[in-house]
Nanobody, 125 residues
């Protein structure tokens, strides 16, 4: 089992940047596929990015490709989401999630067993 805690959200102007971080408890962090999702009011949870257990494979949702970068540090049990060129439509609660699979299984949030509490990101125009 793993517990996840996100940080780094806040208010930023359009075109700005934010870096989200997710700290994981437990000694088996490197055995999880990690993902970031977001959910805006009235909308379904949306896949933002995912990263393989060793960090060599990264995956992104179409709406954030080229602007967001996911990374992980298995020695520190953390996964980060660097968000650049932010747009008002990026406004949402962002969640960190962990999938115990050995390989990336896609963008379906139901694949992920563990979730953080979320951090709010607001992008003003």
């Amino acid at each position: 089992q793993v517990q996840l805690v996100e940080s780094g959200g806040g208010l930023v102007q359009a075109g700005g940047s934010l870096r989200l971080s997710c700290a994981a408890s437990g000694r088996t962090f490197s055995s999880y596929i990690m993902g970031w999702f977001r959910q805006a009011p009235g909308k379904e949870r949306e896949f933002v990015g995912g990263i393989s257990r060793g960090g060599g494979g990264t995956y992104y949702g179409d709406s954030v490709k080229g602007r967001f970068t996911i990374s992980r540090d298995n020695a520190k049990n953390t996964v980060a989401l660097q968000m650049n060129s932010l747009k008002p439509e990026d406004t949402a609660v962002y969640y960190c999630a962990a999938d115990p699979s050995s390989f990336f299984r896609g963008i379906d949030p139901d694949r992920y067993d563990y979730w953080g509490q979320g951090t709010q990101v607001t992008v003003s125009s």
